[in-house]
């Protein structure tokens, strides 16, 4: 997925790719209903709407910047929206079969093993875009500083911590609490950096605020189809106690 990211950002500009990321929240509660078997309200389908919305009005001066070219020099729209449609596609359903595995393990495994797991498919892929590419510009294991040591750090910790997110709550929730850090970053950016803040990003960013909060407080239960497939043997002979029952409720 990082990968498409990058196929992406060489061929359009990042108004554009901003605006087609907006729909991972639709793509990731569409994956949530098909392979969780979740049914969301109305309400909570509203507030994700509303939700996406507000996120694209907020990164407003990102994709509707006079100066900011739609398309890079050389590079090709169409192949550049594909990549990103397909990476942001991509990103709904790993995040939801994540939450599959996890939640659904018979094994049990920690957090930890099912992350080393899942990520070790990756490696081979990553280490032949190193060796296709001769190591780039910085060479093998070039181009690493402290401050390139402190991210890798951050963004591996983060990845836990999206980790625990799904396994506590789910995708639905991580993916609200991303679009609030966006939020709250771009609020500290301006008051730390300098960066901008107009008044459609404020409203913007109550409107994001709303449709979490929205979402959340949502009193309607969100219903969950078990199929028969999955049943254990004995579930399917009635054998199960309430501990059980509530489980799959849930």
Same mark, same amino acid.
């Given at each position: ?20 990321? #907006? ?23 509203? $507030? ?12 407003? +001066? ?11 020099? *050389? ?30 393990? =018979?094994? #049990? ?7 080393? #797991? ?5 490696? =081979? ?13 910085? *060479? ?7 401050? /390139? ?6 963004? $591996?910790?983060? *990845? ?20 609030? /850090? ?13 960066? +901008?803040?107009? =008044?459609?990003?404020?409203? $913007? ?15 309607? =239960? ?5 199929? #028969?497939?999955?049943?254990? +043997? ?17």
């Amino acid at each position: 997925m990082n990968i498409l990211s990058f196929v992406a950002l060489r061929n359009i500009g990042a108004g554009i790719f901003t605006i087609c990321a #907006q729909t991972k929240i639709l793509t990731t509660a569409t994956f949530s209903c098909i392979l969780l078997g979740r049914e969301y309200s109305w309400a909570r389908w509203r $507030a994700m709407v509303s939700l996406m919305l507000g996120v694209l009005l907020f990164t407003e +001066p990102i994709w509707n910047h006079v100066t900011g070219d739609r398309v890079q020099e *050389g590079g090709n729209a169409i192949i550049g929206t594909i990549a990103v449609l397909t990476e942001v596609t991509l990103s709904g359903f790993a995040s939801i079969y994540f939450e599959k595995v996890i939640k659904s393990d =018979p094994e #049990q495994l920690g957090i930890w093993e099912r992350n080393f #797991q899942l990520a070790l498919g990756s490696v =081979p892929v990553y280490v032949a875009f190193i060796l296709f590419n001769a190591g780039d510009e910085a *060479g093998y294991f070039g181009g690493w500083s402290q401050i /390139a040591f402190i991210l890798a750090l951050l963004g $591996a910790a983060g *990845g836990l911590l999206v980790a625990l997110s799904i396994k506590y709550g789910d995708s639905i929730l991580k993916t609200l609490a991303t679009t609030g /850090a966006i939020v709250i970053s771009s609020v500290m950016d301006h008051y730390i950096l300098g960066g +901008p803040l107009t =008044p459609v990003m404020c409203i $913007a960013g109550s409107q994001v605020v709303l449709a979490i909060c929205n979402y959340t407080f949502d009193a309607t =239960p969100t219903e969950t189809k078990v199929s #028969q497939q999955r049943l254990s +043997p004995a579930v399917e002979k009635g054998d199960y106690d309430e501990e059980t029952e509530k489980l799959m409720r849930k």
